[in-house]
């Protein structure tokens, strides 16, 4: 079975820009959570998908928005980069909502310049 | 409000020794607790995983040990060896869906 598959693997944007992230979960998944790491922070909670709806948001402001589809993939985007944006984002799959166990892709690292 | 506290930041063990990873958390709402292990460049893998209802879980080489009172749980990485060599992060979760509170990580280095 393939694992979480995670699109760019890297990216370079400059401050102000916006960006997409994608990520399409395991099959058969249908939960998909993002998180974004940094040096500093950790592994922070950005939000869950659950059937196409946002089912939970951590404390970002809103210029990070997701959406995902009928199929379960999802897309991350961040409009008016800050260099702080900067990061690894990962996103992972989860059979169902409250299931609990979690499999990370290899994430997305962008860097705002 | 940092969640969940885990410690030590690094460690360095010899081969074939026990690395332990301690780990505290505050909200009593938790009810799911996994551990992962991360490599450079690549995302977390789930290592193991524990419940409340259980006080300790073993698969091959990697122990958890849960105290529900103390609201603390550990990993143990018996017989390490230089591919364990990774950052181990301790996680929570229960309180909404499938989000995951971290802890910060522990930086884990086995040498030969």
């Known amino acids: 079975k393939a694992g979480v598959t995670q699109t760019p693997r890297y990216l370079i944007k400059t401050r102000g820009q916006q960006v997409t992230l994608s990520c399409s979960p395991i099959s058969g998944h249908r939960s998909v959570s993002w998180y974004q790491q940094t040096p500093g922070q950790g592994l922070q909670f950005l939000f869950e998908y659950f059937s196409e709806t946002q089912r939970n948001k951590g404390n970002f402001p809103g210029r990070f928005s997701g959406r995902q589809f009928s199929n379960s993939r999802s897309e991350m985007n961040v409009s008016t980069l800050e260099l702080g944006d900067s990061a690894l984002y990962l996103c992972?799959?989860?059979?169902?909502?409250?299931?609990?166990?979690?499999?990370f892709g290899q994430g997305t690292r962008l860097t705002v310049v | 409000q940092q969640q969940v506290k885990q410690s030590p930041q690094s460690l360095i063990v010899q081969k074939g020794g026990i690395s332990i990873i301690n780990c505290a958390y505050e909200?009593?709402?938790?009810?799911?607790f996994p551990w992962y292990q991360q490599f450079p460049g690549k995302g977390p893998a789930l290592l193991i995983a524990i419940r409340p209802d259980v006080s300790e879980k073993k698969e091959g080489r990697f122990t958890i040990s849960f105290n529900k009172s103390a609201k603390q749980f550990s990993l143990h990485i018996m017989d390490s060896q230089p591919g364990d060599s990774a950052t181990y992060f301790c996680?929570?979760?229960?309180?909404?869906?499938?989000?995951?509170?971290f802890g910060g990580g522990t930086r884990v280095l086995v040498k030969p």
């Open positions: 996680a929570a979760s229960g309180t909404a869906g499938n989000k995951l509170t």
């Open positions: 909200n009593t709402a938790f009810d799911y």
């Open positions: 992972a799959s989860s059979p169902m909502f409250r299931t609990a166990e979690a499999f």
